[in-house]
């Protein structure tokens, strides 16, 4: 096992520098505060209605077929593979090709997991529509199991707790299309909706006429519908990351193996309660803003500002895995005999990405919060309603940047 | 363990210490001893203990220079094997025996020390 590992992996990121944290931090609070002083007094975004049209027509059923494949070819991996992880490409292939490697694409190409999605394979036919309610709760549970068992379960990185996982996430998608058709997997699938709240973010979006289009991402971000569990996904999504940064710090390795509890029980307990610190400073946050701003109702129409953030944390957390990490299973998959180079990125570089990832999470999230209160909140109460989000985001950002320099 | 233990053991092993072996990490020569050997100059040293699934002391953060030798000593009242990650390198504990794993911290990143039966971790090395 590991716990220092994100699943898989066999070192983990030196603390950024002092300096870096400091300037990080500086540069967050200056940014907010600028923000708030400086930017425009009338909303500017415009969202889904935004986009310059592409002629691109991404022939989404072979894509899909592909995508299908290389499941199977996965599945096989972690059917008949070598018992020992570290010359096994299945979990590399989950945790760092897939969970990973999904990041980075849906921030350059847009929402790719609902063009690769092999359950868009089966029929879209819907026995009943899906209940308005369910929202992204089902997504929101979805990519809580998947983080339970990439940062908690007992092994990790077995095949066995994969092929569970990947069988009891295959039964849920695979009812819920039956029933609801396509509409469940948009909303209730964990990778879809994680892979398309990401691409909001990208240059490629989808205009509220149906057309594929180029787009600024604050259009994009600001085009991310407040559905039910939104929030909540987002908060899985921020709490889960935060957990990660703090599971390697030596106190908790020690509660982790020496404590009363055992490391399953304790650990599900540090991950839930990650989750629920920051979805309650966002309810306190948002609660403080809508008194201040007199408006009701405004905790899911800012869960999208929330969406660069935990990008920017996902980055900073995950691109030295990628990198890393990436080559173990290049090297697997072609059963090619090489090493993997430990220090293909430098510490200074793992670092610098890091805290500019973390930055300019904050610095988009501030500019989108910005833009959302001066089109909700009366103008007079503008400014001052939105203190107590930015106090939200600067929570969000040193805390980040403080997991990143202690632990 | 006595001191003529110690000795008994290294002779029992045939040369003291310097088991070197070859394994799948060309460049990280380091080597497993079943001895507790002088330390050298500008060396990091770590003792564990570990007894009934307890580590002594409990686990923290070895602060290392890149290219700093290290000696861990470890002695554990169960048999295990010892795993140092990204160094790649295996040790078989033996109940009750300090077993010393040698190696040049050749690169940065932490990297942590584990047991693999009884799944501890025992050390955490930061190379910076």
């Known amino acids: ?407 | 363990m006595t001191r003529a233990g110690v000795v008994l053991a290294c002779l029992l092993l045939a040369g003291c210490g310097a088991q070197a072996e070859t394994h799948h990490n060309p460049g990280t020569g380091h080597e497993v001893s079943t001895s507790v050997p002088a330390p050298v100059a500008g060396e990091a040293r770590a003792e564990i203990t570990i007894a009934a699934g307890k580590v002594e002391p409990p686990p923290g953060w070895l602060e290392l220079t890149k290219g700093q030798p290290v000696s861990l000593i470890v002695t554990s009242d169960v048999a295990d094997e010892l795993h140092v990650h990204g160094f790649d390198i295996p040790a078989t504990l033996v109940p009750g025996q300090p077993v010393t794993v040698r190696f040049k911290a050749d690169r940065t990143g932490v990297f942590e020390v584990e047991t693999h039966d009884s799944k501890l971790v025992l050390l955490q090395l930061r190379v910076r």
């Open chain 1, 1 to 407: 096992m590991n716990v220092l590992a994100h699943g898989v992996g066999s070192r983990s990121d030196l603390p950024i520098p002092e300096f870096y944290a400091y300037a990080g931090a500086f540069a967050a609070l200056v940014v907010s505060f600028l923000a708030l002083g400086l930017l425009w007094a009338d909303s500017r975004f415009r969202g889904a209605e935004a986009g310059v049209p592409i002629r691109v027509s991404p022939p989404a059923r072979p894509l899909r077929v592909v995508s299908l494949l290389l499941l199977v070819y996965t599945l096989g991996w972690l059917v008949a593979g070598p018992a020992r992880t570290e010359a096994n490409a299945g979990p590399y292939l989950v945790y760092v090709v897939f969970w990973v490697g999904l990041v980075p694409a849906s921030l350059l190409f847009g929402p790719v997991w609902r063009l690769l999605n092999p359950f868009r394979l089966l029929p879209d036919r819907a026995r009943r529509p899906l209940p308005a309610r369910l929202g992204h709760w089902p997504a929101a549970a979805g990519l809580l199991a998947f983080t339970w068992v990439e940062l908690v379960s007992p092994e990790p990185a077995a095949p066995a707790t994969l092929l569970a996982f990947l069988a009891l996430h295959g039964a849920v998608q695979l009812t819920g299309t039956l029933v609801y058709g396509h509409a469940w997997l948009e909303r209730g699938d964990p990778f879809e909706v994680y892979s398309t709240l990401v691409g909001h973010l990208s240059p490629v979006g989808r205009r509220s006429d149906g057309a594929l289009v180029l787009r600024s991402p604050f259009n994009g971000l600001d085009a991310i519908v407040p559905a039910p569990g939104l929030v909540a996904t987002v908060c899985v999504l921020l709490g889960s990351t935060g957990y990660d940064g703090f599971s390697s710090a030596p106190f908790w390795v020690d509660a982790l193996q020496s404590g009363p509890l055992g490391r399953t029980v304790l650990g599900t307990a540090g991950l839930l309660a990650a989750i629920v610190a920051v979805a309650v400073l966002y309810a306190a946050c948002i609660g403080a803003a809508g008194l201040i701003g007199g408006a009701r109702g405004m905790s899911p129409r800012f869960a999208h500002s929330l969406v660069p953030i935990a990008v920017g944390y996902l980055v900073a957390h995950y691109f030295s895995l990628l990198v890393i990490e990436g080559q173990r299973a290049f090297l697997l998959v072609f059963g090619l005999d090489g090493e993997v180079d430990l220090e293909i990125v430098g510490p200074g570089v793992i670092a610098t990405v890091q805290v500019l990832a973390v930055i300019g999470g904050h610095v988009v999230g501030v500019v989108a919060a910005h833009d959302r209160s001066v089109r909700l909140l009366p103008p007079a109460r503008a400014v001052a309603g939105q203190i107590p989000l930015f106090v939200l985001m600067v929570c969000y950002t040193l805390g980040g940047l403080t997991l990143l320099f202690a632990a």
